[in-house]
């Protein structure tokens, strides 16, 4: 398992690397090849996981006397968690071979070098946090996925797309330092970078720590306060806002701070109240902003906002003692990077496709592009929580863990039924929508689309069956 891992890692590094070296006309394959490679690694750590009897490992592999600096872990959320990111990041970049074209009418544009190679990067920074042991091991591929996010979202090398690159990398900066001060603080109090280290802490200290792995993750995972870089990410190409908003970027702040709960043992209660708190305002104020949005891609930077929030409110609900909230939170991450990629993907194939990614312009798709059609209907009915999409699975399960949670303390009863209210107000929302552009007559730009082609038609049909059985595989693995 140590030499896969480390290969899911490594693969798509050094696959970036021969990008930048080789000719320009290979780059495609050399992108699609390498996260083929790792996304085969990490499949098979997962396997070699459940074989050994999913008994989690810790692996040290750089270290000095006591001092922990790099290691690996392999549980259950790191191999769920890991082969999504990495798995997506494939389908990314089988999706951008056709995207990035001459052939899109919206963006006609041949994808050069640096942005497979970025691509790749992206795709070994995110295992590389998702399976490391310490603080330093995280902080150094947060870092590596902000630089990549730069790059990726100003690659267009126009104006607003290069101020929308820097806001991201520098709000997520600021962010990170709420890691550095819990790496500086875990070693001082334990002479260690390991994430086990916070679980010694006493409850002052580990308090302080998880809240700077808080503050760090909501920058991350663009939450209030540090909300206001997402939505301006939308100037990347589709299938980079795709990755960045549904497996990567967004991903590390929910998924490090799942990671410092595990690690941290009991956790003091006040790092949850801070959690939910935050969680549903910003749950309240991501849905009265998607409201207005007529850009199909402005709307789902909002509807992540509001995703997100339903992790950490889980998360910070497992604090007070539920299991399944945990669990939900976790499945949420893994189902949401199915069906967020595919409705940004959905948006992206419009783009290519008819010219636009505007939902008045797109009415009567079902009769001229049926699968698009399709898509935008299995990932709006799995984004809003809607049976038996994967969406609806860890929905019921975080819900079910807070009206558990809210027979001791009836402050959660009313946390729970606020979020409620915005889930069925999103499905209603998105049924609108849906109404309003998927059937009827065919507008002018749908009547004049051109075919999609064969690569993003595979892509969305592997995430709309994903979108139907992802809830179940997370369930399996999870227990």
């Known amino acids: ?67 922990q600096i790099f ?63 310490s603080i330093v091991g995280q902080l150094l591929f947060f870092e590596i996925t902000g630089a990549c996010s730069w790059g990726l979202i100003g690659y267009y090398e126009k104006p607003k797309g290069l101020k929308a690159a820097m806001k991201a990398l520098i709000i997520t900066h600021i962010a990170s330092i709420g890691l550095y001060f819990a790496a500086a603080s875990v070693f001082a109090s334990t002479g260690s970078f390991a994430l086990t280290g916070i679980q010694t802490l006493g409850e002052g200290m580990k308090t302080a720590v998880l809240l700077g792995v808080l503050f760090a993750a909501w920058g991350k995972s663009a939450q209030l306060p540090m909300h206001m870089w997402l939505p301006e990410a939308m100037e990347a190409p589709t299938p980079v806002s795709a990755y960045l908003h549904a497996a990567s970027m967004v991903k590390v702040g929910v998924y490090i701070f799942a990671r410092g709960i595990l690690s941290a043992g009991t956790v003091p209660h006040v790092v949850g109240t801070v959690g939910v708190v935050m969680a549903l305002i910003t749950l309240l104020y991501g849905f ?92 709006a009915l799995a984004i809003s929580g809607v049976p038996p999409f994967n969406g609806f699975f860890s929905k019921f399960m975080i819900f079910s863990a807070g009206f558990e949670l809210s027979r001791d303390n009836v402050l959660f009863l009313i946390v729970m039924v606020i979020a409620m209210l915005e889930s069925v107000a999103t499905f209603a929302w998105f049924l609108m929508w849906f109404g309003r552009t998927i059937p009827g007559e065919p507008s002018p730009e749908v009547a004049a689309a051109q075919p999609v082609p064969f690569a993003i038609k595979f892509v969305l049909v592997v995430l709309i069956v994903m979108s139907l059985c992802s809830s179940f595989i997370a369930a399996a693995w999870l227990g």
């Open 1 to 67: 398992m140590e030499k896969l891992a480390l290969a899911t890692i490594l693969v798509p590094f050094a696959g970036a690397v021969i990008t930048l070296l080789a000719p320009k006309g290979a780059a495609k394959w050399i992108g699609q090849l390498s996260s083929a490679i790792a996304s085969i690694c990490v499949l098979m750590v997962a396997l070699s996981y459940h074989s050994s009897g999913q008994a989690s490992v810790g692996i040290d592999l750089l270290s000095f006397g006591s001092c």
């Open 288 to 379: 009265a902003m998607y409201l207005p949005q007529k850009d199909m891609k402005r709307l789902l930077a909002y509807s992540t906002i509001t995703q997100l929030s339903y992790i950490f409110l889980a998360l910070s609900l497992s604090i007070f003692g539920s299991t399944m909230a945990f669990k939900g939170g976790i499945a949420h991450i893994f189902n949401h990077a199915f069906a967020k990629s595919l409705f940004f993907l959905v948006a992206g194939a419009f783009s290519y496709s008819c010219g636009t990614r505007l939902m008045p312009q797109l009415r009567g798709v079902l009769s001229r592009l049926p699968l698009l059609g399709i898509s935008f209907c299995v990932a």
């Open 71 to 133: 290691g690996l872990t392999i549980d259950s959320v790191s191999t769920l968690i890991g082969f999504a990111v990495v798995f997506l990041g494939f389908l990314v970049c089988v999706y951008s071979t056709a995207y990035l074209s001459d052939g899109n009418r919206e963006h006609p544009h041949v994808g050069r070098p640096r942005y497979y190679a970025f691509l790749q990067i992206f795709i070994g920074a995110m295992a590389g946090l998702v399976f490391s042991s």
